[in-house]
């Protein structure tokens, strides 16, 4: 399915529930737009510095872990922009998966 909006995959959702409510079994390989539309869950608006409470004066106080396991653009753009509303106020630290495990990892 070339979806070109959420819309189109709440409509292929629906079809894909009516056809598993008569029994049929099917195997999806899928982005996660897909898994949202068929599980129903509604987008949200990406978080921001101010919903972490990183604008705060007091926020050097406060703690956190954003784990970030994904190399999408859409990702990325949303951790950039994070990074930066926060005004150096995260600790951005980077793990390359292939240091960590000791060998190259097939993408």
Known sequence: VNACSAADLTVVAAAVLAVERRGKRLLYRTAASFVSSRLGINPIESLTPE????????SSKLGGLIVVGSYVPKTTTQVNALIEGAKGRLLQVELSVEELVGEEVEG
């Open 51 to 58: 919903d972490l409470h990183l604008t705060e004066p007091s």
